[in-house]
């Protein structure tokens, strides 16, 4: 099975700061890998797809790089609304895996 | 506009089966573009692949759940269906439905119920 390592486990960020979150695989994965927001009783709302394309109707601020094993999601300009839960997803094999989530609260 | 709604008992007792379907509006589940699958989310904690299904009734399970689940499809019905038997309190958790496109290989989730809370409690 692939293992996804996603860190840090939480962060503390204002408006306006970047901020980078981290998953990294146990295998390589090519660019098998999404990102997704997740609000406080909401489902998951997926952001970046094919580790760096942009979801239609995602700000710009959001972006992903990486391929292999290593792989980020960066918000260029944290806002009020970014601040969430952000999880990544391997589907390089059937097998699908989520990193451990990233929770991004004011500081 | 897709819609994906799942549905089900809100309560199984431990030791039994719990039971869900997730019905498919706005699209077929028959397309060849996509498989079907279910997520879980304990309270405060991370998501969790269960498995997928393809309309054709092939499927896929997380390894860790493989002896409990069960996932089945209803083209007929445009549904797909969730069974886990012998659960435990470590199963209360919110159950997702969700689509997952597919070209050759997996391409994520690009669809996602909004959920349903299964509490395991006597």
């Known amino acids: 099975d692939i293992q996804m390592t996603q860190s840090p486990s939480s962060l503390s960020a204002s408006v306006g700061d970047r901020v980078t979150i981290t998953c990294r695989a146990s295998?390589?994965?090519?660019?098998?890998l999404g990102w997704y927001q997740q609000k406080p009783g909401k489902a998951p709302k997926r952001l970046i797809y094919?580790?760096?394309s942009l979801q239609s109707g995602v700000p710009s601020r959001f972006s992903g790089s990486g391929s292999g094993t290593e792989f980020t999601l960066t918000i260029s300009s944290l806002q009020p609304e970014d601040f969430a839960t952000y999880y990544c997803l391997q589907h390089n094999s059937y097998l699908l895996t989520f990193g451990g989530g990233t929770k991004v609260e004011i500081k | 506009q897709l819609q994906l709604q799942e549905s089900g008992p809100g309560l199984v007792k431990p030791s039994e089966t719990l039971s869900l379907t997730c019905t498919v509006s706005g699209g077929s589940i028959s397309s060849s573009s996509y498989y079907w699958g279910w997520i879980r989310q304990p309270p405060g904690k991370g998501l969790e692949w269960i498995g997928s299904i393809y309309y054709s009734g092939s499927t896929y399970y997380n390894p860790s759940l493989k002896s409990r689940v069960t996932i089945s499809v209803d083209t007929s019905k445009n549904q797909f269906s969730l069974k886990l038997s012998s659960v435990t309190a470590a199963d209360t958790a919110v159950y997702y439905c969700?689509?997952?496109?597919?070209?050759?290989?997996?391409?994520?989730?690009?669809?996602w119920g909004q959920g349903t809370l299964v509490t395991v409690s006597s």
């Open positions: 295998q390589g994965i090519r660019n098998d």
């Open positions: 969700a689509r997952l496109p597919a070209e050759i290989q997996l391409l994520g989730i690009d669809y």
């Open positions: 094919a580790a760096s």
